[in-house]
């Protein structure tokens, strides 16, 4: 059985990606404050504090974090879930993909408590969790184009940048995660140094969108 490396500081790229959105939504949270945005701040505070625990082993557990990291993907989840979701016009789309979410949250329990488990990765929710974001993002941007009457630049939008962060985010890991039963129980060790550079450049495309988003943000006008 082959041992991987120890980490290295390049390996913790997206704990740095993490921190710089965290420390914009936190300069940027007077101009925020009143809209969805605003919970942006809390919800990277916990990512930041998640990811740097999950470092320390704050978390592990029979040398495992994997329970932690079930709990964190359903938050996730939930919560970026919930902000799309406000982000749509179309009555319909929220009718039906609130439901989804319903579904999706009671599926990710249900697979945590008897399925998959609590000490196991639930490689299951987590794809079902990807298909509902990238939907919700696709609808986003169906709606951005079908609904908007006048000219902008989309590249000022920050609901823009959040959903193009979410939608390739969620695009890498469900490809990634589509392959992890098979791949991860077989302890290939090329498949974890993958994990490394996926859960960096994942992480980076995601966190740097956010950052731009809030940066963009302009206090008075619709963020779109």
């Excluded at 913790?12 to 701040?41: D, R």
């Excluded at 329990?109 to 298909?131: E, Y």
């Excluded at 498949?191 to 992480?203: D, K, Q, T, V």
Aim: charged share 10%.
């Amino acid at each position: 059985m082959r041992i991987l490396p120890p980490m290295l500081w390049s390996d913790y790229l997206y704990f740095l990606f993490e921190l710089m959105a965290f420390i914009a939504a936190v300069v940027q949270w007077p101009k925020m404050k009143g809209t969805p945005y605003s919970y942006f701040m809390p919800f990277l505070f916990f990512i930041v504090v998640y990811e740097f625990g999950t470092i320390r082993n704050w978390f592990s557990i029979n040398h495992s974090n994997l329970w932690v990291a079930n709990i964190q993907m359903a938050i996730f989840f939930l919560f970026n879930a919930l902000f799309l979701l406000g982000e749509l016009k179309t009555p319909v789309f929220k009718k039906h993909l609130g439901a989804a979410i319903v579904f999706t949250i009671v599926f990710s329990i249900t697979n945590m408590a008897f399925f998959q488990g609590f000490w196991k990765l639930d490689t299951m929710s987590i794809l079902l969790q990807d298909v509902v974001l990238i939907v919700l993002c696709c609808l986003y941007f169906s709606e951005l184009m079908h609904y908007t009457l006048q000219p902008l630049s989309i590249i000022r939008l920050p609901g823009f940048w959040v959903n193009t962060g979410l939608l390739f985010f969620c695009i890498i890991t469900f490809m990634f995660f589509a392959s992890y039963t098979y791949m991860a129980y077989k302890n290939n060790y090329n498949y974890f140094l993958l994990f490394r550079g996926i859960a960096n450049s994942s992480n980076a495309i995601l966190y740097s969108c956010l950052a731009v988003a809030f940066l963009c943000f302009r206090k008075g006008v619709e963020p779109g």
